[in-house]
């Protein structure tokens, strides 16, 4: 192709983003660029970044975006939500050929975050639908969809105490999961967290006023909650006990990358995926509205996946410190990770599988291999 091909080609290219930009009705904004564009802090230098030199694949196929995963030890079975709308259950074997991927429950919509309750119950936040309970024998009932008068758009992350009280976050009040970029670039806070209460059927407002409200992990000691805002790069502390009860806190900011769910393993250790990483372009989108404009007219017209140069869990300890930060390009748009003994379940809201890593077995590389089942 010629140089003169090659630029009629460019300014084509740009005259039909501006035409679409002229009809496109998105208003962002540069409010959070001083904030989300700042230097990433790097993990402890005792425990440096590590690729993962080996992986599994589980349901390849089979799992539409299995955006959370919930694990029942009983029944040794994982609980995932894919994009087609099914509530998935997946057999846990040493042998990623010996598992089953089946479905459970189609909700009608899209379920995002998933907690097992009491009785079998397992509770989803269903990006349309709201909040519902499933039960074991796979009854689906619909909790909550509003609370003050606005309807959730994007009920996204979940979590259940002990005491039966249920905490979700509505990641925004203003835009559907598909327009999710949109919001997070427009840098208004629309997201919530709130808390379902069964016995009384009540939805209460925790936290308003915030950036693209995700992940949802209750502390070992019911004390605290933890949710994840993903336009901040950062999760904060919603106290249940105590002189700050009722109070929202840093528990730990400035991460590596977007922040998606937030998983409790059960020894002292939250882990928190990290699907996107903070990179130049998306520095510039957030400094410089028109650009960000562009890049949301070009993804809302061609839809097309951006798959990132990293991904993985920055693990930290009951009080947010870091503790070790695995990383790798095979884990690039990870969405949550569920530690289950020497394993670590990793769902993504894009992939068609889920990834299974041994986290014994980490060690220096810089390339992914993956065995497939």
Not at 119 to 132: E, I, P, Q, R, T
Not at 155 to 167: E, L, M, S
């Amino acid at each position: 192709m010629s140089q003169i091909s090659l630029e009629l080609c460019l300014l084509a290219s740009i005259v039909f983003t501006l035409l679409l930009y002229q009809q496109d009705s998105y208003d962002l904004v540069s409010l959070l660029h001083h904030e989300l564009t700042r230097r990433v802090r790097s993990p402890p230098s005792d425990q440096n970044a590590q690729t993962i030199t080996d992986s599994d694949l589980i349901g390849v196929g089979l799992l539409p975006g299995p955006e959370d995963i919930a694990y029942d030890a009983r029944s040794q079975l994982i609980y995932t939500g894919c994009d087609d709308g099914w509530i998935k259950q997946v057999t846990t074997n040493e042998s990623v050929s010996d598992s089953v991927v089946s479905n459970w429950v189609n909700t009608g919509g899209r379920p995002m975050g998933l907690a097992l309750g009491r009785n079998s119950d397992v509770f989803v936040a269903d990006a349309y639908k709201g909040l519902l309970k499933v039960g074991g024998s796979g009854k689906m009932d619909q909790l909550t969809n509003k609370a003050e008068g606005l309807k959730f758009k994007c009920t996204d992350g979940i979590a259940v105490a002990k005491n039966g009280t249920i905490f979700f976050t509505d990641a925004s009040f203003k835009y559907g999961l598909k327009d999710y970029l949109v919001d997070i670039l427009e840098g208004e806070p629309h997201g919530r967290f709130m808390s379902y209460n069964p016995s009384n059927r009540k939805t209460q407002v925790l936290v308003n006023h915030l950036y693209f409200a995700n992940g949802v992990a209750v502390s070992p000691q019911q004390d605290f909650v933890i949710f994840c805002e993903t336009a901040k790069r950062r999760c904060r502390k919603y106290s249940l006990e105590g002189k700050r009860k009722g109070k929202v806190d840093k528990f730990i900011d400035n991460l590596p990358g977007m922040p998606d769910n937030i998983k409790y393993d059960g020894k002292g250790h939250f882990w928190i995926a990290i699907a996107k990483p903070v990179t130049v372009r998306w520095n510039l989108a957030l400094r410089f509205p028109l650009l960000g404009k562009i890049l949301v007219v070009f993804w809302k017209y061609f839809q097309e996946t951006q798959v990132e140069m990293d991904g993985g869990f920055v693990v930290v300890d009951l009080n947010g410190e870091r503790v070790a930060y695995y990383h790798d390009f095979g884990l690039s748009l990870v969405s949550s990770g569920r530690k289950i003994q020497s394993y670590v379940y990793c769902g993504s809201y894009y992939y068609p599988y889920i990834v299974r890593l041994n986290v014994t077995r980490f060690v220096r590389h810089s390339s992914t291999s993956r065995k497939k089942n």
